[in-house]
């Protein structure tokens, strides 16, 4: 089943992890992608997977700070003169923010977090929804986290960063609907990426394996969960099949939440 042939998808994140998994699941399903991302290296890696899976598929990297508007401008007018169109976008970079207690948080990183993960996600939902209702369709995916439907501790900045994900998700859902676009967020628990290995890292230091071992003791599954997992959920949160599902959260965390 293709249910990407002759759809543009634009992903930011896409030098890592997720937005990774998600470019190279939907371009196997026939994708054309254009790849957002601060890390030129990172896409670059991304587009070499791709093309080692679908030798034909037509992908384009375009280096941007996704908490900076004029570059978001930037990335959603290149892809559409590019392509001439995003059917769907996965609004998705954001960064893991310091762990510790909110008085020790400092203004200066919460600022930070909030402005690549919340601020990012909004200036990318303004530039493309615009598109998109000119289109008359369109799907969004934007990436929150189980910590942006519940409090996990010691990450305020990404706590509030991504209650505010789900809060915009939401909220423009409702008014897209009716233009034929729909909009969800993706909230994943632990999934093994470059940024779970940092958050692990600021817990455990160089014993980071034996902290993330104790991390997952807890989640029903015992495991954390794969990339990919993530990719085949976002491919069909962003296909046409998913058209009907809009304004809400769907959990991807292998029950990890039933413990807050
Ligand atoms: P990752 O670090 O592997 O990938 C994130 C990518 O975003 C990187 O390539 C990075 O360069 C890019 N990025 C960061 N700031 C950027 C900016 N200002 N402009 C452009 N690109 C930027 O992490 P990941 O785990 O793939 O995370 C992807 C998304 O998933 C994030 O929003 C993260 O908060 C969310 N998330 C991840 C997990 C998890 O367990 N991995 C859980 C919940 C939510």
């Not at 939907?26 to 054309?32: F, L, P, Q, S």
């Not at 969960?225 to 292998?254: H, R």
Request: proline residues 2%.
């Amino acid at each position: 089943m293709k249910r990407f042939e002759e759809k543009v998808v634009l992903i930011t994140g896409g030098g890592s992890g997720l937005g990774r998994a998600a470019a190279v699941q939907v371009a196997k399903e026939g994708a054309k992608l254009s790849l957002v991302d601060l890390n030129k290296e990172g896409m670059v890696e991304t587009k070499l997977a791709i093309l080692a899976a679908v030798p034909e598929a037509e992908v384009i990297i375009i280096e941007a700070n996704c908490a900076n508007e004029s570059e978001v401008e930037a990335y959603v007018k290149q892809t559409v003169d590019h392509f001439g169109k995003i059917d769907s976008f996965f609004n998705n970079a954001g960064v893991e923010g310091k762990q510790n207690l909110t008085e020790e948080y400092g203004a200066e990183e919460f600022d930070r977090v909030v402005n690549i993960n919340l601020n990012g996600v909004f200036y990318g939902m303004r530039h493309v929804l615009k598109v998109m209702k000119e289109q008359g369709y369109g799907s969004v995916v934007n990436t929150a986290s189980v910590g942006g439907i519940r409090g996990v501790g010691n990450q305020s900045g990404y706590a509030a960063s991504k209650h505010g994900v789900v809060g915009l998700t939401r909220n423009s859902g409702i008014e897209y609907g009716q233009f034929g676009v729909s909009i969800k967020a993706i909230a994943p628990g632990a999934i093994m990426t470059p940024m779970v290995e940092g958050s692990l890292r600021q817990l455990g230091g160089d014993n980071w394996e034996e902290a993330g071992k104790e991390f997952v003791s807890v989640n029903p599954m015992k495991r954390f969960g794969k990339p990919e997992e993530v990719g085949y959920l976002v491919a069909f949160l962003l296909s046409d099949q998913a058209d009907f599902i809009n304004a809400t959260v769907i959990p991807i965390d292998g029950g990890q939440s039933y413990k807050y």
